[in-house]
């Protein structure tokens, strides 16, 4: 079937596909897709054998299936996807998403790769943060880095979203305005971050289990994490002349919390100019969100409560002790996943970027 005949035009919902679903990630999208107006699930797709039913897997998601006629996964064919879907959501490991990619994009089906595989420019860069070898490297031009606030143009035209890290999401929304301005030294930049257990997906490993990470709070991947030269590469291609100016990356100490899910990070800056007060740091934020509908610039503190299930992000920054603070909370399965996911796929399939979301 030409993809002008095919099935998506008998239906008034556009048709996609969520090729991982039986993970976290997938989980919530099917979540959010299930109250999506104009969306459907037409294909849920496992590598597992036999290829489990979604509705069994997780039992709550049985009246959420957003269209799906049976919750039944079908094996991952990227032919049999692009006859039915327009665009996928890959939520799978790093390396499962660039061995689907090229047959999918080649077929012509947009993907929201959920994974890291697209997200560095620079290979070599993800080899040496990721341990492994990239193997599409050729297809890493074509893709756009999905931080919507500020590629949000570049999603549009897109075929391939790399939809960001968790924890640079965070990051990048909070300390961009104030690099633009030109208000914080860039090379002083420390990445405080905190994230629930959520964060390291539904496989089980020994320091997820619950009596080790239960009232329990420890500091991981010090000044080493995978994120950072995530986080440095979206401060120096969007963080203006200061950006650029980024030396090394930016110190990030990630934390283990003993939560489901969310993301708190409390970054520290030196000013850059003299005199900087709450006041600027505030306004400047502040004139930077203004218009977006899922970041919210807070005169107080935010806490994950404030933000868990939904796919806003708060932010807050003052001056204290001559140093800038900025703390910022979302949700990783939501607004540093999922929820940013849908965000741009909204955005690759013409319609409202808020669609489904608010
Ligand atoms: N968790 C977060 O907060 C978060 C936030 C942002 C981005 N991400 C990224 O999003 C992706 C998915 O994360 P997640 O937390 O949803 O992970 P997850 O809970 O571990 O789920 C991974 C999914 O991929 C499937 N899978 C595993 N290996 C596969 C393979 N070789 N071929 C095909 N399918 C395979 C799994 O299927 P089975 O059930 O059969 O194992 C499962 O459906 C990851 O790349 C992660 O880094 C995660």
Not at 37 to 58: C, G, K, M, N, W
Request: charged share 20%; net charge neutral; hydrophobic share 40%.
């Amino acid at each position: 079937m030409s993809k002008s005949s095919a099935s998506w035009r008998s239906s008034d919902r556009i048709p996609v596909a969520v090729v991982g679903p039986t993970g976290y990630t997938g989980l919530e999208l099917i979540e959010i897709l299930g109250r999506h107006p104009t969306i459907r699930i037409d294909y849920l797709a496992s590598a597992r054998v036999p290829t489990p039913r979604i509705d069994q897997e997780f039992p709550r998601l049985a009246h959420r299936l957003a269209g799906h006629p049976t919750g039944e996964c079908e094996p991952i064919d990227a032919a049999k996807i692009a006859v039915r879907c327009r665009l996928v959501f890959l939520c799978l490991p790093h390396e499962a998403a660039m061995e689907h990619t090229p047959a999918l994009l080649a077929r012509g089906v947009k993907v929201v790769d959920l994974s890291a595989a697209y997200r560095l420019r620079d290979s070599a860069t993800y080899e040496r943060a990721y341990g492994h070898t990239h193997t599409d490297a050729a297809g890493l031009p074509r893709s756009v880095y999905g931080l919507t606030e500020w590629f949000r143009d570049e999603v549009r035209g897109c075929d391939l979203c790399a939809n960001p890290g968790c924890y640079p999401t965070a990051a990048a929304i909070a300390l961009l305005p104030l690099l633009r301005a030109g208000l914080i030294d860039p090379s002083s930049i420390i990445i405080n971050a905190a994230s629930g257990v959520s964060g390291a997906g539904r496989a089980p490993k020994p320091n997820l289990h619950y009596p080790e990470a239960n009232e329990n709070f420890s500091a991981y991947g010090i000044g080493v994490h995978r994120h950072q030269p995530e986080i440095a590469q979206t401060l120096r291609l969007k963080g203006g002349d200061f950006g650029a100016a980024l030396g090394g990356e930016p110190l990030f100490v990630p934390h283990l919390l003993p939560l489901e899910r969310g993301i708190l990070e409390t970054i520290y800056a030196a000013p850059a100019t003299a005199g900087l007060d709450t006041l600027a740091v505030q306004s400047c934020l502040k004139a930077a969100y203004e218009r977006e509908p899922f970041v919210v610039v807070r005169d107080d503190a935010p806490t994950l409560r404030d933000v868990q299930r939904t796919n806003m992000l708060h932010v807050n920054g003052r001056v204290v002790n001559g140093r800038v603070v900025l703390v910022a909370a979302e949700d990783n399965l939501v607004k540093g996943a999922s929820g940013q996911a849908v965000q741009n796929a909204n955005l690759m399939l013409g319609l409202d970027e808020t669609c489904g979301l608010l």
